[in-house]
């Protein structure tokens, strides 16, 4: 099975895509409520993937993902922004993000993107 | 907060997770409507607020909730990048605290079972447009002079291969957004959409707009395009164009300039988080797995009492045992402790409430007050907040529009022309006290006993009453002593709703009173209702446990001093004071050879200010007894009145606890 670590200040957005992801056979690791949360995370857990949110206190998802593909150029992480952070996600992809999905998304956005990202 | 949420935890965690934020956010607009300006760390949590709630609410699809949010964020956004200098904070307060207030009605209806269907076009509007105000009133912003406009089509082709033509798409419309009204674009879901990207390679991607650049400079700015393999630009008369702009005119709405996010967001790593939002290490459990929790450290605490108080083990020399006894008997009071403590949680939530309540009154009664609160970290049962809430806003309404006076009446009285409100919680004994007192004009005796008279309120003479008893005559059901119902109190059903809230879980009410110098009305609330500190005692082979906290004395009594009064009520004369005597045996037909008083016991027990004596046999001893509930089948058939639950003792009998205000009623 997958292991993923879902990234994301608000507790119900994590509790949202764990629910998504575990209905379809993703195994969730770890949580993280800020970039700085994720990175430790990230480094103890080493998870196959990352769902990544971009608005965040104490350090941005972008600043996390870079500190990440810094640490494992391998990692994958996706960015999850909401409407309107257009600009956001393309620095995000010049980062290195390896895919983007945008809120408010379905269960079927979330899996597909996340078997596209490990596939690659 | 009710505990009647749907089964789905995902909704129960979003309910929870909006009403705590919405809460925070308006601790944080208010904290900054009093200092007349929102500071930076304001701003960026009362933006992230907003993102997160909108984000939130549209994920669980309640598109209403998300707009109000997206609205405010907006603004918030502006109010971070551009820093403007002239924010009418009062307006802005007003404005964002309805869209609060809307979100919250959501909420609710929610949480209720109902359906969201609560309409916010008009709201939206006032908030769009004081953004837009702000933008206007701010030098960087478009000016809306009329312009000569041009209407433009424009198709562009990106080169093969050049992937994720939707990003490439958005950043042309980014750009011709500065410089373009009433753009419109196909495909229209180019971020969400991942068949747009197949939609533009096949067709292209079109453009509708107009915009006051010629066609020349038009043209040069599309073919800036990286990746641009063609451009079809074909200028349009208003017609061509108005039947193009069905689709997606959202690009207005849009958050613009995010762009410039990068360097603020930063902003925040360096100042210490201590507004309002504290957060601490916290997990939100369900309450009935506390309330099974309570239930067996109480199963726990009879169990320990039928164990080291077993009859087998009467008489006998068990030392090594005893001391066993007690190591287990420090554990479980600690384990007590710790779960009751546990289901404890401080008024702090429910007075903060009390602060938007008394801004809100104070604008539209245009009084001035000064609201404070005391000793609000004082804890109470969770099951017991729920009914403060309610009481205590009624009576804090109560104080603004009854008690404090307008600000010329004040003057012309000598007072200062701003009234005071104080809210304040402290701990008596096993009750926790909270107090609402008012420097307003107190409470009018004649128009109360006027009023009590109208409605037959009235149960004893006018002269006989004290001042106090006529001052708590307003808690009667059916009582209002205001002429015209206003929008806030007077209709009559405030008053008894507050006693009735509070008499559900076991408190009282009172209210004492100064003319023209105020009214203090106290809520008497016990700490916890499951566990009490009581003293056995025995009639006939029945036994009783009568609350301590109710005790005042007991002794045994002096033929002498028992006499019947004219009404045929046996009464007790101690140190000059004369208090009726109950007969237990009497009153629920208990067998016993013990009828002669001085054979038996007095104990002397008190509630709220009455005091009444009861005839028992014997005393068996003091005991932490868990209060149970009579059984259902016992309350349907028999109301038993002076009856508060029963308990099981040691040896595994059963007492019945005494409810003694109850019993002083049926005296009456």
Do not use: W
Request: proline content about 3%; glycine content about 6%.
């Amino acid at each position: 099975m997958k292991t993923v670590l879902v990234v994301d200040d608000a507790a119900f957005m994590r509790l949202a895509v764990k629910t998504m992801l575990e209905k379809n056979g993703f195994k969730v690791v770890g949580e993280a409520e800020n970039g700085l949360v994720s990175i430790k995370k990230y480094k103890e857990l080493r998870p196959d993937v990352v769902t990544m949110d971009i608005t965040m206190p104490e350090m941005s998802g972008i600043e996390a993902l870079k500190s990440i593909k810094a640490f494992d150029p391998k990692s994958k992480v996706i960015m999850i922004s909401a409407m309107g952070q257009e600009a956001l996600i393309k620095e995000a992809v010049m980062s290195g993000a390896n895919s983007f999905i945008v809120k408010p998304f379905k269960e079927d956005h979330v899996v597909s993107a996340i078997n596209k990202v490990l596939l690659t | 907060m009710s505990n009647e949420y749907s089964n789905d935890p995902i909704l129960d965690m979003f309910l929870f997770e909006t009403t705590q934020l919405i809460e925070q956010f308006e601790q944080s607009i208010l904290a900054s409507e009093k200092t007349s300006c929102f500071t930076s760390e304001a701003i960026n949590e009362i933006f992230r607020i907003m993102h997160t709630i909108k984000g939130s609410s549209a994920m669980m699809m309640f598109d209403g909730i998300s707009a109000i949010a997206h609205s405010i964020e907006d603004i918030f956004y502006y109010l971070r990048e551009e820093n403007p200098n002239h924010i009418d904070c009062s307006a802005l307060s007003d404005l964002v605290l309805e869209g609060a207030d809307f979100i919250k009605d959501e909420v609710d209806k929610i949480k209720n079972g109902n359906n969201t269907d609560g309409n916010a076009d008009e709201l939206l509007n006032s908030i769009k447009g004081f953004l837009s105000d702000l933008k206007g009133g701010n030098p960087a912003g478009k000016s809306t002079k009329a312009r000569k406009l041009n209407a433009f089509k424009a198709v562009i082709y990106f080169e093969e291969g050049c992937e994720m033509e939707n990003i490439r798409a958005y950043s042309v419309i980014h750009k011709l957004k500065s410089m373009a009204d009433d753009l419109s674009y196909i495909p229209e879901n180019i971020i969400d959409d991942d068949s747009s990207v197949d939609v533009i390679r096949r067709d292209g991607f079109k453009l509708f707009f107009k915009t006051d650049c010629s066609r020349e400079k038009t043209q040069e700015l599309l073919m800036q395009t990286v990746f641009l393999k063609d451009l079809e630009l074909e200028q349009l008369n208003d017609v061509d164009l108005k039947q193009f702009n069905g689709p997606q005119q959202v690009v207005e709405e849009e958050t613009p300039q995010y762009v410039h996010n990068d360097n603020r967001s930063h902003d925040e790593k360096g100042s210490p988080h201590d507004s309002a939002s504290a957060k601490q290490s916290i997990i939100s459990v369900n309450v009935d797995k506390l309330d099974k929790l309570m239930d067996l450290v109480g199963e726990m605490v009879i169990s320990e009492a039928m164990v080291v108080q077993n009859p087998d083990l009467k008489g006998l020399e068990l030392d090594n045992f005893q001391r066993a006894a007690r190591q287990l008997h420090k554990i479980t009071s600690e384990l007590q402790d710790i779960v009751m403590s546990i289901r404890m949680v401080p008024l702090s939530a429910t007075f903060l409430k009390m602060h938007r309540i008394v801004r809100d009154m104070c604008k539209k009664l245009d009084k001035k007050v000064e609201f404070k609160i005391i000793g609000e970290e004082t804890e109470v049962d969770k099951n017991v907040i729920e009914h403060i809430s309610d009481p205590l806003m009624h009576l804090v309404r109560n104080a603004l529009d009854h008690g404090i006076e307008s600000n010329e009446e004040r003057l012309s009285k000598g007072k200062p022309d701003t009234g005071n409100i104080i809210i304040e919680a402290k701990n008596a004994g096993s009750d926790v006290l909270i107090i609402v007192k008012d420097d307003g004009r107190g409470l009018n005796k004649e128009k109360i006993l006027r009023k009590a008279k109208e409605n037959g309120l009235l149960y004893k003479s006018e002269e006989e009453m004290s001042d106090n008893e006529i001052y708590n005559l307003i808690f009667m059901p059916g009582f209002s002593t205001k002429e015209s119902v206003t929008e806030f109190s007077g209709r009559g059903v405030g008053m008894d709703v507050v006693i009735k809230n509070i008499e559900t879980i076991g408190g009282a009410v009172s209210a004492a009173s100064m003319p023209d110098m105020g009214s203090t009305i106290t809520m008497k609330i016990p700490l916890t209702l499951a566990i009490i500190d009581g003293m056995n005692i025995k009639v006939g082979s029945s036994c009783f446990t009568i609350p301590t906290v109710n005790i005042r004395e007991s002794f045994r009594p002096n033929e002498n001093d028992i006499f019947t009064d004219t009404e045929g009520n046996e009464m007790i004369m101690v140190r000059g004071q004369c208090y009726p005597i109950l007969r237990l045996y009497k009153l629920f037909n208990v067998n016993t050879h013990i009828t002669n008083p001085s054979d038996g016991i007095l104990i002397m027990t008190e509630q709220d200010d009455k005091t009444i004596c009861i005839f028992v046999d014997e005393q068996l001893g003091q005991q932490q007894v868990v209060v149970k509930a009579l059984p259902e089948y016992i309350r349907r058939f028999k109301k038993t009145k002076g009856l508060a639950g029963c308990t099981l003792l040691g040896d595994g009998s059963i007492s019945l606890i005494l409810d003694i205000a109850g019993l002083i009623g049926l005296r009456e």
